[in-house]
């Protein structure tokens, strides 16, 4: 079996979807992007593809540390986000070939179920209690929410307020039990972000994302033994290396590694159990589309210390075009009382729907995050 060929999708509202072919017939789908920067992550593809063609899709260990080692400038989000689609595209094909779900190649299930969590306020949180409300109503179990708008380093304690009555309003409509993520999304630095966890910690939150930004991350030490919350970060993180001396560290308490993102189903499969082994939780990053998902999903199965999983379905990202507008059967991501079953098809264990993908890459996307400032014209993190 060799690889033939391969086609890109720009598809909305802000995914990149690839499709690996064979001489077999076999198909593998991958979801190489980076929310931004789906463009420039197409032309790494376009480049990391060139090896690939003619080959044998089977030997994906060899594959992927051609597409990393044989590049001696290596890493960082773009090139790792392209070598994930192309990882999540070769397990595809794999699991297909041999008539079987990625995580029976991959050693086979821990569990059969898994917990998922819903988005909830937006990019700039608000009516966050009704909308929490309304996911506990649909039998989720947990939502994650953006912390604050923008705050510079340090801020006015009334944004400490707004923000602490925000998770103060989801416990009064959804009671202590629930759980909440709060990401304080990078847009937090040190000095209010220690206020800011310390003001959330009567409210028990289920963990804090991204107390600050992953390049500050030696800054969670402080965090950590300021507040007893769990500490969540790691979607801005791209290989075992980059988690290697977060872990050793110490102070991060589940890591949340994209696998779109993170050099894919291969190298978050390691990722994740290497956190085991210093008994770290994980909860993979996933706003993104079905293929990410379900790769996600794929090897959630088969690691043990994985306890809930992101996806994306009704974000507002995705107004006008959602997770399963591309999916054929879409009761494979069938949420009931807070879990989802982990798919069993062969492959990823989703059928795409092409026809939709060629409609909606005709349209196409141009999405891009937007810049923020502060009152005084200051470029604020978003």
Same mark, same amino acid.
């Given at each position: 079996?060799?690889?033939?060929?391969?086609?890109? =999708?720009?598809?909305? +509202?802000?995914?990149?979807?690839?499709?690996?072919?064979?001489?077999?017939?076999?198909?593998?789908?991958?979801?190489?992007?980076?929310?931004?920067?789906?463009?420039?992550?197409?032309?790494?593809?376009?480049?990391?593809?060139?090896?690939? &063609?003619?080959?044998?899709?089977?030997? &994906?260990?060899?594959?992927?540390?051609?597409?990393?080692? $044989?590049?001696?400038?290596?890493?960082?989000?773009?090139?790792?986000?392209?070598?994930?689609?192309?990882?999540?595209?070769?397990?595809?094909?794999?699991? #297909?070939?041999?008539?079987?779900?990625?995580?029976?190649?991959?050693?086979?299930?821990?569990?059969?179920?898994?917990?998922?969590?819903?988005?909830?306020?937006?990019?700039?949180?608000?009516?966050?209690?009704?909308?929490?409300?309304?996911?506990?109503?649909?039998?989720?179990?947990?939502?994650?929410?953006?912390?604050?708008?923008?705050? !510079?380093?340090?801020?006015?304690?009334?944004?400490?307020?707004?923000?602490?009555?925000?998770?103060?309003?989801?416990?009064?409509?959804?009671?202590?039990?629930?759980?909440?993520?709060?990401? =304080?999304?990078?847009?937090?630095? #040190?000095?209010?972000?220690?206020?800011?966890?310390?003001?959330?910690?009567?409210?028990?939150?289920?963990?804090?994302?991204?107390?600050?930004?992953?390049?500050?991350?030696?800054?969670?030490?402080?965090?950590?033994?300021?507040?007893?919350?769990?500490?969540?970060?790691?979607?801005?993180?791209?290989?075992?290396?980059?988690?290697?001396?977060?872990?050793?560290?110490?102070?991060?308490?589940?890591?949340? +590694?994209?696998?779109?993102?993170?050099?894919?189903?291969?190298?978050?499969?390691?990722?994740?159990?290497?956190?085991?082994?210093?008994?770290?939780? $994980?909860?993979?990053?996933?706003?993104?589309? +079905?293929?990410?998902?379900?790769?996600?999903? !794929?090897?959630?199965?088969?690691?043990?210390?994985?306890?809930?999983?992101? !996806?994306?379905?009704?974000?507002?990202?995705?107004?006008?075009?959602?997770?399963?507008?591309?999916?054929?059967?879409?009761?494979?991501?069938?949420?009931?009382?807070?879990?989802?079953?982990?798919?069993?098809?062969?492959?990823?264990?989703?059928?795409?729907?092409?026809?939709?993908?060629?409609?909606?890459?005709?349209?196409?996307?141009?999405?891009?995050?937007?810049?923020?400032?502060?009152?005084?014209?200051?470029?604020?993190?978003?």
């Amino acid at each position: 079996m060799k690889i033939t060929s391969y086609e890109l =999708f720009l598809v909305p +509202p802000r995914w990149l979807f690839l499709k690996i072919e064979t001489d077999d017939g076999l198909v593998g789908w991958g979801e190489p992007v980076i929310e931004g920067k789906a463009a420039t992550v197409k032309a790494a593809v376009d480049e990391l593809m060139t090896y690939l &063609i003619g080959k044998d899709p089977l030997p &994906i260990e060899d594959h992927w540390n051609v597409l990393y080692r $044989a590049g001696f400038y290596r890493g960082g989000p773009i090139l790792m986000s392209a070598i994930a689609g192309i990882d999540q595209a070769l397990w595809d094909i794999k699991g #297909k070939y041999y008539g079987a779900p990625i995580h029976q190649l991959l050693g086979g299930k821990a569990r059969d179920k898994m917990k998922v969590y819903s988005w909830i306020g937006g990019d700039r949180p608000a009516d966050v209690g009704m909308a929490a409300k309304k996911m506990a109503d649909s039998g989720f179990l947990a939502v994650k929410m953006n912390a604050t708008e923008e705050l !510079q380093y340090v801020d006015s304690y009334a944004k400490i307020d707004e923000a602490v009555s925000r998770i103060a309003a989801i416990r009064d409509a959804v009671g202590r039990d629930f759980g909440v993520g709060i990401d =304080f999304h990078g847009r937090v630095h #040190k000095p209010m972000a220690k206020i800011l966890a310390k003001e959330l910690e009567p409210y028990r939150p289920m963990f804090i994302e991204e107390p600050v930004l992953p390049e500050n991350n030696e800054d969670l030490r402080e965090i950590a033994n300021h507040v007893s919350i769990p500490i969540a970060t790691g979607e801005r993180m791209f290989s075992k290396w980059q988690f290697k001396t977060l872990l050793a560290e110490g102070y991060a308490d589940i890591i949340q +590694p994209d696998l779109s993102h993170a050099g894919g189903i291969t190298e978050c499969k390691k990722i994740i159990s290497m956190a085991e082994a210093f008994d770290v939780a $994980a909860a993979p990053h996933c706003p993104l589309g +079905p293929i990410a998902l379900a790769a996600c999903l !794929q090897v959630d199965a088969t690691c043990h210390n994985a306890f809930i999983q992101e !996806q994306s379905l009704g974000i507002h990202y995705n107004r006008g075009s959602d997770l399963l507008d591309y999916l054929e059967d879409k009761s494979v991501f069938q949420y009931k009382e807070g879990y989802v079953n982990i798919p069993e098809g062969p492959g990823l264990g989703v059928v795409i729907d092409e026809a939709h993908v060629r409609k909606m890459a005709a349209v196409g996307h141009q999405w891009q995050n937007p810049v923020w400032r502060h009152r005084d014209g200051s470029v604020a993190e978003w």
